[in-house]
Every structure is written in structure tokens, then in C-alpha cells.
């Protein structure tokens, strides 16, 4: 059976970053990564829906040691999947990518300090294992099968097709079409103005407001400075740049909400009228209690000017063979829906595991670091921050593992596992975030502690202290060296979690 020191699996953002980390950091090291589908690049390549494009800026979700080199700082899909595998070829990375790799489960042998993967390979799902010391999840946090779609009534009715942006049809033509997009969230306002090009008229139906932010698509300072500094000089300064300011204003957020709001909103005046305003882009809730909506160059706002779309604050009663009649009685006629309603969170993209025979259950255990679970040795997953760029904590968790493997080694051990040992711990759930796809799927998600190392951190600079300089053997996580079998530990899904 083939073994690898590491396995990685996923192809997207995190895994090309987990993989680079690991070559650079422990070149000995054997390792692959298993991609479930037959392309790199995660998100990057499964969404094909008009005007894909980032809600983050490059220099931040851009990996730490490539340099974004395009003149668009809020960059669209293509030149993302294009940035993603010029740096897998150019990093050696894409010869450890094996596709069509689905894993599908994993179990762990303290006696052999090692795990025991499952997966389905090529189109035909023929069933292979392999063994690897450590797991590395760079799954992502969604279901690439099935996005969030709830049943709206009499929608059977509509007699025009119902698309959602997860799935978007090849070539699908709207041209001259009334388009209705259901959604307030990123995928909304990036999906309304860029279908305005050929549709006929374009209308964001939602059921409350989000925050929307204008920020230019090209950021000047950063491009004048690539002229006079090298290339990774530049792209260094600018990430830092962004990542304090990023940090401040989400700090103003939570310090003076009502403050923050009123900024945002008085942006605002400059593309939209006071009863715009107040009737689809005032939110109840306070800033960063759901993530903002990004729109580069204020292209919602234009398009809204220009009569090409419209924003529809309401709720749908039902669908009509026309399009959606609202609860205030009002119809929206279309000939086209787009369900823009969310993702389906997943955990470790449905992997099933187990330690010794006892199943995990990862809505049982507690989130080490946000990357680790206890109980559940020599596996860290990658999940991104809510308030910044996805990569920057990728990066930083790719770094700790390198930091991991490196102690291990040094060491002797063959096993690492975090121990929730405190039974009076409180378990909070996962993500304090009021979005509604998050809200949906905490349940199956770990929980965080109430205290150091089982808090998960929305702040980048607490986040590097601790994975960069923080001590490894933290007296939670638990080491066995190598020919030594494990101590007894509590399976993860038997340590008994107190509420709140």
C-alpha cells in the first residue's frame, strides 16, 4: 500500500499553499495531494457564473510568498485560476496533484501511527487506500455537490428555468431576458451588474439588506509601487498595508457599531438616494455581525442608476408561471430565476473518520486552534478567517503544521493529539456569525472552548503570535513517541461537552 508522509487533500487556495509551505519547510518529506475533481484551483474553477470574481483584495488573498502581479486588486475569477496554476506549476506543486482522487474516509491506528485513507479514483470510482503519517484537510467549508437551495412554493409553476450560480449552465444564454436574483449576499451583487450586459433587465430580490462597500477595482498606490520596488517588496508592504487596515476598521465595528454604520451608510449617498437607502441598503444588524458585501468600482450602484437593475426588498409569497408574486402583493415578472441563497456548510467536506475503531463525531469535539479537533491525532484542517481573506489564515496554518512536524521530528514523535481534558470547559459554538448559511450548519461543526488553545480567533495578528512563535507542547497537545503506544485517551465523540 503507498504511504506518503503527508497527504493534503484538496487542490484549491489552501492546499497549493499547504503544499508549498511543506516542501520549502521539510523537503525530505513524501507527500501528495488528492483532488476530488479533475482541475485545481477549488472555488476558482467549480463557479462559472457571470462576473465571478474576488470579494477580498489580491494582496491579502493572494498567497504570502507569490506576488500578486495584475493591476486589479479585486480580481475576477479567470486571472484568480490563472494566478493558482501558474503557482502550482511554478512551486513543483502540480506534480504532487493527483485528480479525481475522492477521499471518502480515514481511519487512524495508534499502534502503526498512521492513517488509513479510502478514496474513489477516476470516473469510474474504482476504490484505492493509501496510508500517511499526518491528514492535511484543505477541503474548503462547503458542499461542492449541493449548494443551499431552499423549496419555494409553486415554483414547479415557473415555466422559465431556475439556476443556481453553484451549477451554472454552460453557455447559458439570458440575452434580452428579465432576470430576478434571489440573495443579498456576495453572489448577488456580483451576479446583477454583470448580467445587466445582456439581459434585459436584472432585479435583486432579498428578503433584508446587507452592507454593501464601494472600493475601486485597481488600488493606485499599489500599482505606482510595483514601478519603483521589486516585485515581492511591493507586494509585502501592501499586504501588511491592508491586513492593519482591515484589522482597524473591524475592530471600529465592534467597538463603535453605531459609528460604523453611519459611515457606511453615508457612503453610500454618493451613488444611491436617502429612500434607497433606507429601504434596501440599511441592515438591522450591526457591521460585521454578517460579512460585507464588496462591489469593485460601485458597478451595483451604476447599474441600479442606469435603470438596468433594480433592487426588490420582500418576501416571496409563491411563483406564478411569470415569475414571483411577493407577500405584499406585488409580482416580479421574469423569464429567468437565479437562486442565489447560500452555501451548504460541511465539515472537512463530509470526510468520515475514525481513531481506533470509534467513529468521529466532529460536532463532539473541540476546536483546537481552529485547525485541529480533539481527540483526533496527526490531522489539522485549513478554515478562513470571517472578517479578512481566506489565505491569511491558510498561510498561517500551513506554517504551524510546518512547525508540528518539525517538533515532532526533532523529537521522536510519531503521534500528536490535542486532549480537551478540562470536563467543566463551556462549549460555544464554532463561528459567532449571524449569516444564515453559517447559522444553518452549526450544529455539525466543532465547538470552541472558553479559553486558550479551544477559542477560534477572528484576528489575524492574536492568530500569527500563536502559530508562529507559540509554544508547540502547550501541555494540551498530547505526544507519543515513536514505537511507544498511545496513552489511553477519551474517543472524541465520548468527552462530554457542557453547555453554555
Not at 275 to 300: G, K, M
Amino acid at each position: 500500500m503507498e504511504h506518503f508522509d503527508v497527504l493534503i487533500v484538496g487542490a484549491g487556495i489552501s492546499g497549493i499553499g499547504a503544499a508549498r509551505h511543506l516542501a520549502r519547510q521539510h523537503p525530505g518529506k513524501s507527500y501528495a495531494i488528492f483532488e476530488g475533481r479533475s482541475a485545481l484551483g477549488g472555488t476558482w474553477d467549480l463557479f462559472r457564473y457571470p462576473g465571478i470574481r474576488s470579494d477580498s483584495d489580491m494582496y491579502t488573498l493572494g498567497f504570502a510568498f507569490r506576488p500578486w502581479r495584475e493591476a486589479k486588486a479585486i480580481a475576477d475569477g479567470p486571472s484568480i485560476l490563472k494566478y493558482l496554476r501558474e503557482t502550482a506549476r511554478d512551486t513543483g506543486v502540480d506534480r504532487h496533484i493527483r485528480y479525481e482522487h475522492k477521499v471518502k474516509r480515514a481511519s487512524w491506528d495508534s499502534s502503526r501511527a498512521r492513517w488509513t485513507v479510502e478514496v474513489e479514483r477516476g470516473p469510474d470510482k474504482t476504490p484505492a487506500k493509501v496510508t500517511c503519517g499526518f491528514l492535511f484537510m484543505c477541503t474548503g467549508y462547503y458542499n461542492y455537490a449541493r449548494g443551499h437551495r431552499p423549496e419555494f412554493p409553486n415554483e414547479q409553476a415557473f415555466q422559465g428555468p431556475i439556476v443556481h450560480p453553484q451549477f451554472w449552465p454552460e453557455n447559458f444564454d439570458y440575452s434580452g431576458k428579465r432576470v430576478v436574483v434571489i440573495g443579498s449576499g456576495a453572489t448577488a451583487v456580483t451576479l446583477v451588474p454583470a448580467m445587466t450586459d445582456k439581459a434585459a433587465h436584472v432585479t435583486m430580490l432579498q428578503r433584508s439588506p446587507t452592507y454593501v462597500v464601494s472600493r475601486p477595482a485597481e488600488d493606485t498606490f499599489a500599482n505606482w509601487l510595483r514601478k519603483v520596488l521589486p516585485a515581492q517588496m511591493a507586494y509585502d508592504i501592501i499586504r501588511w498595508r491592508n491586513v492593519v487596515l482591515q484589522a482597524i476598521f473591524f475592530n471600529l465595528a465592534r467597538t463603535r457599531p453605531e459609528k460604523t454604520k453611519e459611515r457606511l451608510l453615508g457612503l453610500l449617498k454618493q451613488h444611491l438616494s436617502d429612500a434607497q437607502i433606507a429601504e434596501h441598503f440599511t441592515p438591522a444588524y450591526n457591521p460585521w455581525d454578517q460579512r460585507l458585501c464588496l462591489v469593485p468600482d460601485a458597478d451595483l450602484f451604476k447599474a441600479i442608476g442606469s435603470g438596468k437593475a433594480s433592487v426588490v426588498t420582500d418576501h416571496i409569497a409563491r411563483f406564478t408561471p411569470n415569475g414571483i408574486e411577493l407577500k405584499s402583493g406585488k409580482v416580479l415578472e421574469a423569464d429567468v430565476i437565479v437562486t442565489a441563497t447560500g452555501l451548504d456548510l460541511q465539515v472537512l467536506s463530509g470526510l468520515e473518520a475514525d481513531v481506533d475503531g470509534v467513529p468521529v463525531d466532529y460536532a463532539k469535539t473541540f476546536s483546537y486552534k481552529g485547525i485541529m479537533y480533539s481527540g483526533v491525532p496527526n490531522m489539522a484542517s485549513v478554515f478562513g478567517y470571517t472578517n479578512a481573506s481566506w489565505t491569511l489564515k491558510a498561510d498561517l496554518t500551513a506554517e504551524y503544521v510546518c512547525r508540528l512536524l518539525a517538533h515532532m521530528d526533532a523529537r521522536g514523535f510519531a503521534e500528536c493529539r490535542p486532549v480537551a481534558a478540562d470536563p467543566n470547559m463551556k462549549a460555544t459554538p464554532w463561528l459567532d456569525f449571524s449569516s444564515g448559511y453559517v447559522v444553518r450548519a452549526m450544529e455539525k461543526f466543532p465547538k470552541q472552548g472558553d479559553h486558550d488553545p479551544w477559542l477560534v480567533h477572528q484576528n489575524y495578528w492574536r492568530d500569527l503570535m500563536a502559530f508562529r512563535f507559540g509554544a508547540i507542547d502547550d501541555g494540551v497537545m498530547r505526544f507519543t513517541p515513536r514505537g511507544a503506544r498511545a496513552p489511553a485517551a477519551p474517543p472524541p465523540q465520548e468527552r462530554p461537552i457542557a453547555a453554555e
